[in-house]
């Protein structure tokens, strides 16, 4: 518990800081888009490039790779037509296809979990991995395909090759497989630029943060969605885990799948579709519900 709470302390003081900083008319709404610019362009590839290309492949359990990216599809597929089914309008909808699923499985589900199980260093690499390829691909495209409805299809595809996530993705990929060596110099550059992505976004929101408070549909949305990520999601899981996967060491997946709402959710709304209130609520909502789903669920796994 007090690993949790230390965990996710930080995020709260850079969210305050952030919003401090507005009050004191030190920063203002432009560096919103700014932040997240960087954030979007530099920071958050830099940070999925050097996760992927630090994974070691001798330790890859490929199963489970294959097995959560899967469930990940499925999901996110039912969660598209559910939405359609309940007439939601689409910047809802689309936080609710990406939202529900993609919490902060590294920031927050990395250090968490290697508290409290021992060994666990290369499944979880993969599993962030497993929620980076299906987030940035599939999830993507459905992202893409709402911001541009009458583009073409080749012009579509374009548009995602060309997106920062997945062109990180796609030379990490060729880095680890081919079993490149990377200069020091060239890796600890990146992860000073990547060093820095998650601190940025989080001083972002505090500053959008920075307005009046009301309590509408958009905060019951965001918890039905905190609902949906911290206690849904976990429990499809392990029940997925005890129909499907009996023999395998689910326990890490079923964690990170209780993970709360990532900053990463917050830059994807400032350049797609979804309703910016929403995503921000959930991240908050979800973060501080999560010092007590988190401790609850770890205790049923173990």
Known sequence: MFDLFTTILPVFILIGIGALSKILKISD???????????????????IFSSLIKLNKSTINYDIMIYNSLILVVLMTLIFFL????????????????????????????????????????????????????????GLAILEFSKYKKIKPVELIKNIIKNPFIISIFFATIVLQLNIALPMIIIKSIDMLASGASSVVLLALGIFLVKPIKLNKNTVHATILSVLKLIILPIVFILIRNIFFKDLDFSSTIIEAGMPGAVTLFVLSQKYKMNKNIVVEMIIISTVLSIITLPILTSFLL
Do not use: H
Request: hydrophobic share 50%.
């Open 83 to 138: 939405t359609k089914i309940f007439k939601m309008d689409e910047e809802t909808r689309n936080c609710y296809i990406i939202c529900s699923l993609f919490g902060n499985v590294a920031y927050v589900g990395i250090p968490f979990i290697n508290s409290i199980l021992q060994n666990e260093a290369g499944n979880l690499s993969i599993i962030v991995a497993s929620y980076t390829l299906v987030m940035f691909t599939l």
């Open 29 to 47: 709404d432009n560096w919103i888009t700014v932040m997240n610019n960087y954030a979007f362009n530099l920071g958050f590839p830099a940070i």
